[in-house]
C-alpha cells in the first residue's frame, strides 16, 4: 500500500561519503515523534505560580486527535506504538526498517566508523510524513543513531594542576547560602558510562557527609553501565553526580541514562521534565556544536526546555570546553555549544579559580590553550537574543546578526584547578563546563530550599537590571582572560557571562 508523503520541515541532514550499504530490513528500528502544541505557551513570568505536568499537558501538551491521527497513521503502516506522552508531545514508535523508511521517505543506511568503532544506522536528506500528519508532526528524531553530543570534561594531568577543590571547597568560596536541599531533586542527564555505589560511598565518606540518595533510571533501552574508563563517560557520570550531591547532600538525585542520540537525549530530558516528584534543577554537561544538529532536533529539545521552565525547572548546561570555535572543523569558525545555546537553559562557562582558606587570589577565563581546553561561548547563530539578555550588551555573531549569547553564568572549570572526585576507584581531578552545570544545578538546590520557592528561568531574575558594561549585583564579575575570539569585560561577556556565585546570588532569588 501506498502513502501519500509531505515533507518533514527542517529534518535536512547533510549526505555522507562513506555509507557501505543499506540496513537490514527487517532490523528493528525506533524513532520518536514529536507533536505540536494544543495551544503555544505563555510568555514566562516569574510572578506566576509553576504548572503542574497535569496543567502543562491539559492546557500545552499533545491534543487527543492529534495522539489518534498519529496512532492510526503509524499502526496501518505496520508499525508499534511503544509509548505514547501527551505532556511531553512525544510517541515512541517502532518497526522493521524497511516500513520505517518506507512511512518516513528516506533510506536507511549503515556507516562503518572509523578505527573499528562499529557500524551506525544513518540516513541523509529530508524527511517526510503521511500527508495526514502534515503539521501534526513536528520531529521525527532516532532513525539516524550516530553519536548526538560528547561529554564536556576532561580528566586533569596531574603534573599540572595547580590547585584542585572539593565542591564544598567551592561552596565557601562562592558565598552559597547555608543549605544542604532538603526536599529538593536534582535529575542529571547522562549519554552514556554509569556509576557503582561503592564509588559514591568512599567519595562522600571522604567529605564526612552521607551518600545522597541516588537513583538511576534508564530511558529508551539504556542502563547505568559503568565503563571501568575515568577518561570516558564514567569520569562524567561521577563528576555530576559527586558535585551536585556534595553542594546539595540532603536532595535526591536521579541520573537518566540514554542512548547518545538525538532521540535518546530528548526522551531523557522528557522523562526527567515530567518525572513525579518534579526536579528543582536538570544538570546536562553533554552538548556539540550548533551546526551538528538538525533543526529540528534544537526546536524540540528547546520546547522540552520550555516545558521545563514552565514546571519550575532550571536546566543547567554546560557551555563546552573548546573555547569559541566549539571545536570547529571547518576552520577559524566560531560556534556556540547547544543545549547550553537555548534561551530556555542557563548556559554554564568556565574560570580557572585560585583561591586559599575560602578567599579567592585570582579568577580569569579559563583558557588552557590548544589541547589544554578553554571555556565555550559566544553569540548563537539560530537563537535570537531573548527578552531577558536584550540589554546585557551582547554583540553581534560573526555572521552579522544578532543572537542569543552563552553563556549565562560561570565557575570554576579549569583542570589544572579542577574538582576532586573519586571515578572507578581511584582519586582523581577533572575539570571542563562539565563540572559548571551540576554545580550550579546544587546552587539552584539551595536556593530553593532556603527561599521556598522554584527558581524556574534563572535568568529572568539573573539579568534583572543588567546593562551593557556593568556588573550585577547578583553575581561576581569575571573581567580578565580571552576564551579564543572574545575577551571578558566589566558585565556580561561571551566568555563568563555574567559572573560567578557569590554571597549575593541568593537575594536575586528573594534568598
Known amino acids: ?19 557501505t550499504g543499506a540496513v537490514a530490513p527487517e532490523a528493528e528500528v525506533p524513532a520518536t515523534l514529536v507533536l505540536r502544541r494544543r495551544a503555544a505557551l505563555p510568555a514566562y513570568d516569574p510572578t ?4 503542574t505536568s497535569a496543567e ?11 495522539l489518534d491521527a498519529v496512532r492510526a497513521a503509524v499502526t496501518d503502516a505496520g508499525l508499534t506504538v511503544l509509548e505514547e506522552h501527551p505532556a511531553s508531545r512525544t510517541v515512541r514508535v517502532s518497526g522493521p526498517a524497511s516500513d520505517v523508511a518506507r512511512f518516513f521517505g528516506t533510506d536507511l543506511r549503515t556507516l562503518e566508523e572509523p578505527g573499528g568503532g ?23 528524531l532516532g532513525l539516524d543513531d550516530r553519536p548526538q553530543a560528547a561529554t564536556r570534561h576532561i580528566v586533569a594531568n596531574t603534573s599540572a594542576v595547580s590547585s584542585s577543590y572539593t565542591p564544598l571547597d567551592l561552596a565557601t568560596v562562592y558565598g552559597m547560602p547555608q543549605a544542604d536541599g532538603s526536599g529538593q531533586t536534582i535529575a542529571i542527564i547522562e549519554l552514556g558510562g554509569g556509576f557503582g555505589q561503592s564509588d559514591l560511598d568512599t567519595y562522600f565518606n571522604g567529605l564526612g557527609l552521607a551518600t545522597p540518595t541516588v537513583t538511576a533510571q534508564g530511558v529508551d533501552g539504556a542502563e547505568n553501565v559503568p565503563g571501568q574508563d575515568p577518561q570516558g563517560a564514567d569520569g562524567e557520570v561521577l563528576l ?11 536532595a535526591s538525585v536521579v541520573v537518566y541514562f540514554a542512548p547518545n542520540t538525538d532521540a535518546g537525549f530528548l526522551d531523557a ?21 550548533e551546526d551538528q544538529w538538525t533543526a529540528q532536533a534544537r526546536t524540540s529539545m528547546d520546547d522540552a526546555f520550555a516545558d521545563a521552565v514552565a514546571l519550575g525547572i532550571t536546566v543547567t548546561v554546560a557551555a563546552g570546553d573548546h573555547g569559541s570555535s566549539d571545536n570547529d572543523t571547518s576552520g577559524g569558525g566560531t560556534h556556540v555549544d547547544f543545549p547550553a545555546s537555548s534561551p530556555h537553559a542557563l548556559g554554564c562557562g568556565g574560570t580557572s579559580l585560585h583561591a586559599s582558606g575560602g578567599t579567592v587570589q585570582s579568577e580569569t577565563v579559563w583558557n588552557d590553550g590548544g589541547s589544554g581546553g578553554a571555556t565555550g561561548g559566544g553569540v548563537s547563530d539560530v537563537f535570537a537574543v531573548p527578552s531577558w539578555q536584550s540589554t546585557a550588551g551582547v554583540p553581534t555573531a560573526a555572521s552579522g546578526k544578532g543572537g542569543r549569547g552563552v553563556p549565562d553564568v560561570a565557575a570554576d572549570a579549569d583542570p589544572q584547578t579542577g574538582y576532586r572526585v ?31 520557592k522554584r527558581p524556574g528561568l534563572a535568568q529572568s531574575a539573573l539579568y534583572a537590571g543588567a546593562t551593557a558594561g556593568q556588573p550585577v ?15 571578558a569585560a566589566a558585565g556580561w561577556d561571551p566568555c563568563t557571562g555574567l559572573g560567578v556565585p557569590s554571597s549575593s546570588t541568593a537575594a536575586a532569588f528573594g534568598g
Open 422 to 452: 573519586y571515578v572507578d576507584g581511584s582519586a582523581t581531578v577533572i575539570g571542563g563546563t562539565s563540572a559548571v552545570a551540576p554545580l550550579w544545578a546544587g546552587l539552584i538546590a539551595r536556593i530553593a530550599q532556603v527561599t521556598g
Open 118 to 140: 562499529g557500524s551506525r544506522r544513518v540516513r541523509e536528506g529530508t524527511l517526510s510524513v503521511p500527508s495526514a500528519l502534515r503539521g501534526v508532526v513536528t520531529a521525527v
Open 48 to 51: 506566576a505560580a509553576p504548572l
Open 269 to 289: 530530558i522528557t522523562t526527567a521534565t515530567h518525572a513525579s516528584p518534579t526536579p528543582v534543577a536538570i544538570s546536562i554537561s553533554w552538548g556539540q556544536s
Open 56 to 66: 502543562l499537558a491539559a492546557g500545552y501538551g499533545a491534543d487527543p486527535a492529534d
Open 473 to 487: 549585583a547578583a553575581l561576581r564579575d569575571i573581567t580578565s582572560g580571552s576564551n579564543g575570539r572574545y575577551s
Open 240 to 250: 555530576d553526580i559527586e558535585v551536585a550531591g556534595a553542594i546539595a547532600p540532603k
Open 1 to 19: 500500500m501506498s502513502i501519500e508523503l509531505v515533507e518533514l520541515p527542517d529534518s535536512f541532514r547533510p549526505a555522507l561519503q562513506r555509507t
